[in-house]
């Protein structure tokens, strides 16, 4: 299905914008408990009006609310769902077995242990409310152009929030918890699609991570799988899929992408993870989802050409813009790009994104708001010059 009113090669936003400080300070305020969720919402809602103004003047078609409101894009879940708390990746090494093991991953990846929070699942999870409703609702209030809104995937939501030691009591397995989070997501998709949300899209980060560091099985930092993984990557891929599919199938009506990168918590590309997307394609294409948003700016991604084999099977949502770089992507440098994409993906399957957010993780801003503007907006002269060729 495509999106109403958007032009071919629609340009788009991965999801985070950054956070200005004033309200990451709302933000420590909020989450010290020195101020109630609606307090805190009373602010960001100018950061969300600022965000959508960046992207609507860059000339991006499809726009995010630039999740204002969350610490980061799985976090956030803590205000939405009871019986899930918010602990620092400092505050959970307590509780795993290897201190020292995990306090070495953390400054290898140069992962900051206190600006990285996870939700962490202490009780039955219960909906307090829409997960991302609300956000979408303000956001339509303030833009007439689509919008696109950002969810966990359930495989990511269910390793981060399970952690071993703390979640047993109410969850004894993994697989009891995934139960309740795809009902969630389920039940948000349906909502968001009522409401008018143009895309959906899942982020499941985690699964690089899965694929290029199948050694790592007690806890990886990467997108805080928390859970142990049964290190064998095919079995959690198999899990993936399924959860999101339990999670999509039976939803018509609403465009829904799955993003999935390698990392972007450090502007040092050294500590990111580098691998290509090819033990990734057939598992991704085994989920029922419109478009794969993807990276593709940057060597460590590996090329297009692992979509030979199944050229034109879904919709791409290609990275063209790296979000940690000061310098902006030429639009000749996006076309040509593109023009590469092309030999797997027909015109009207290829939206054109940059490679992840501007602000994964709120305390950790990878960019400037003028750098990402300019970067979007080389974007969509890039997208005017594609669109009078095709
Ligand atoms: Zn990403």
Redesign the pocket.
Known sequence: MTIPGVPLFPVTV?GSWPRPSWLLEALRKRQAGQMTFEEFNRGADRAVVEALRYQEEAGVDIVSDGEQRRDNFYSFVVEKLEGVTLMTLAELMEHVKDTVAFDQVLRNLDAPAFAIKNPTVVDKVQPRMPLALDEYLFAREHTKKPIKVTLPGPYLLTRSMWVAGISEAAYPTLDSLAHDIVHILHDELIRLRDAGAAFVQF?E?VLTDVVFRPEVKERTFMCASMAASSGDPAVELASATQLINQVVDGVTGVHTGL?V?RG?WSRREDVLLTGSYAPLVEPMLGMHIDQLVL?FSIPRAGELSVFQPYARQREIGLGVANPRSDEVEPPDAIVARVDEALEYFDPGQVYLNP???FG?FAERILNTPDVATAKLRSIAQAAQTLRARY
Request: charged share 25%; proline share 9%.
């Open positions: 991965v982020d980060p993003h990168c972007n990276e490679d992840c957010g994964t």
